[in-house]
Antibody
Framework: QVQLQEAGPGLVEPSQTLSLTCTVSGGSISSGRDYWSWIRQPAGQGLEWIGRIYIGGGSVIYNPSLKSRVTISTDTSKNQFSLRLTSVTAADTAVYFC??????????????????WGQGALVTVSS | EIVLTQSPGTLSLSLGERAIVSCRASQSVSSSHLAWYRQKPGQAPRLLIYGASNRATGVPDRFSGGGSGTDFTLIISRLEPEDFAVFYCQQYGTSPLTFGGGTKVEIK
């Protein structure tokens, strides 16, 4: 059973950098069979995809709305992937989720949506 | 960016009733890369349907999905207590991946 767990500071000051890690157990982020994403959800609002990383091809893509401030990276030795979001404001206050998107077919890439999610980490931006 | 519009915003129904949620895309969703999720308060979303009509592992058969192109539907044939929650559609065929605004199913 794959499990994902977010970790990081729950409070970040405005203009500082938000950093979260997602530890994956029950599966390897290096298998090359999955995309690994970050998604966030402000309180009482909908879901916003932040970006994803694919270790098999070494590719990372970001939501253009956040691209200038976001970095997603991996630490394969720890089976983790991470999120850094710079220059945060109160608008970045949200629950941050990490999630897995399995690749079903490689000829023409077919995936299946996010099948495993972390429980979510609330990050509040405030001084 | 593909904008997903869900309707209705809220559904007021009773246990055992049928729920129909619609999701309309601003442009065609490639290869029917459309998923549905259920989110209960304080929890992460749970994948219900992928590829527009395929039930995810362990999802009860009261959930079904359909549609293609720009119009998709989630049907819950008989509402159970755990189905009073918020449902989201999501397209994952075109970057940026996007979600609909959500449909809340509440007890009538």
């Amino acid at each position: 059973q794959v499990q994902l767990q977010e970790a990081g500071p729950g409070l970040v000051e405005p203009s500082q950098t938000l950093s979260l890690t997602c530890t994956v157990s029950g599966g390897s982020i290096s298998s090359g069979r999955d995309y690994w994403s970050w998604i966030r959800q402000p309180a009482g609002q909908g879901l916003e995809w932040i970006g994803r990383i694919y270790i098999g091809g070494g590719s990372v893509i970001y939501n253009p709305s956040l691209k200038s401030r976001v970095t997603i990276s991996t630490d394969t030795s720890k089976n983790q992937f991470s999120l850094r979001l710079t220059s945060v404001t109160a608008a970045d206050t949200a629950v941050y989720f990490c999630a897995r998107e399995p690749i079903l077919s490689f000829g023409v890439i077919v995936t299946s949506g996010f099948d495993y999610w972390g429980q979510g980490a609330l990050v509040t931006v405030s001084s | 960016e593909i904008v997903l519009t869900q309707s209705p915003g809220t559904l007021s129904l009773s246990l055992g009733e049928r729920a129909i949620v619609s999701c309309r895309a601003s442009q065609s969703v490639s290869s029917s890369h459309l998923a549905w999720y259920r989110q209960k308060p304080g929890q992460a979303p749970r994948l219900l349907i992928y590829g527009a009509s395929n039930r995810a592992t362990g999802v009860p058969d009261r959930f079904s999905g359909g549609g293609s192109g720009t119009d998709f539907t989630l049907i819950i044939s008989r509402l159970e207590p755990e189905d009073f929650a918020v449902f989201y559609c999501q397209q994952y065929g075109t970057s940026p991946l996007t979600f609909g605004g959500g449909t809340k199913v509440e007890i009538k």
